[in-house]
């Protein structure tokens, strides 16, 4: 453990630098540039709202606020546990050279998706006004639910990319496992509202993203609780998840370069 926080101390500046680094990139050679960032999750957003209230002949309160915490949530999420399977391949000529505990490209990631995320946030907050969302202080709960997100994506990541090494197509798999997940999730539509019994417990709270959503939407616009005992549940599972993945890292990634 002293290790691992040791290591993220000492490589932090540079997951952070090149977290910048590929942000600034990836619009280059935009002439939208930065707008790109905006537009990209408000355009889902109004797809999603269109397939909710048209196709799907479905209504939640204050629509285009809850399908964006979703969507943000969710995109975090998945990209980051996908884009973890290829991390160690796709950055071969760099760990081949110099030493980098494997993880830190797992932050690297972390910081594009959070800053994406935090944009698509701040478009909700946005929504919330036009909305005229009331607020409670039930707002400040969105600390532990992003706390739990962050933990739990990070110890599934890190499992991914100890996997993605020696399983060629897990990405495949993953991405497929994923889409399945997606539509179980509630991204456009509440789990809680609409389905009762043991498949609520299943799709809600067996499922850290479905748990997380459905909080974040009770706690900033519905002045709701969210599932306390569920947080800390997955809070748990988290650590455990990312204890267990930091090790095989640490375990074996002297033997990512013999097999990349």
């Not at 990070?154 to 090494?165: A, K, P, R």
């Not at 809680?192 to 748990?211: Q, S």
């Amino acid at each position: 453990m002293k290790r691992f926080f040791d290591d993220t101390c000492k490589y932090w500046e540079y997951a952070k630098r090149a977290a910048i680094s590929e942000l600034k990139s990836e619009v280059a050679s935009s002439r939208l540039s930065w707008l790109w960032w905006i537009l990209d999750p408000l355009l889902f957003m109004l797809v999603y709202s269109f397939v909710s209230i048209i196709v799907f002949d479905k209504s939640e309160k204050y629509l285009a606020a809850f399908i964006f915490i979703g969507l943000s949530s969710w995109d975090f999420f998945s990209k980051t546990i996908k884009q973890s399977v290829k991390l160690v391949s796709g950055n071969s000529a760099v760990v081949s050279k110099v030493y980098l505990p494997k993880y830190i490209l797992i932050y690297i990631q972390m910081l594009i998706n959070g800053f994406k995320m935090m944009i698509s946030y701040g478009l909700v907050v946005g929504m919330m006004i036009l909305y005229w969302v009331p607020i409670s202080y039930r707002i400040i709960y969105v600390i532990p639910l992003f706390a739990v997100l962050i933990v739990v994506t990070f110890g599934i990541s890190t499992i991914m990319l100890h996997c993605g090494v020696f399983v060629e197509d897990l990405f495949n798999v993953i991405n497929a496992f994923l889409r399945l997940v997606f539509y179980l999730s509630g991204i456009f539509y509440s789990i809680a509202n609409r389905i009762d019994g043991v498949l609520e417990i299943i799709l809600l709270k067996c499922n850290p993203i479905a748990m997380i959503m459905d909080g974040l939407r009770n706690c900033m616009i519905y002045k709701k609780n969210p599932d306390f005992v569920m947080i800390g549940i997955w809070g748990i599972i988290g650590l455990t998840l990312s204890a267990i993945g930091v090790r095989l890292i640490y375990k074996n990634e002297n033997n990512y370069v013999k097999v990349i």
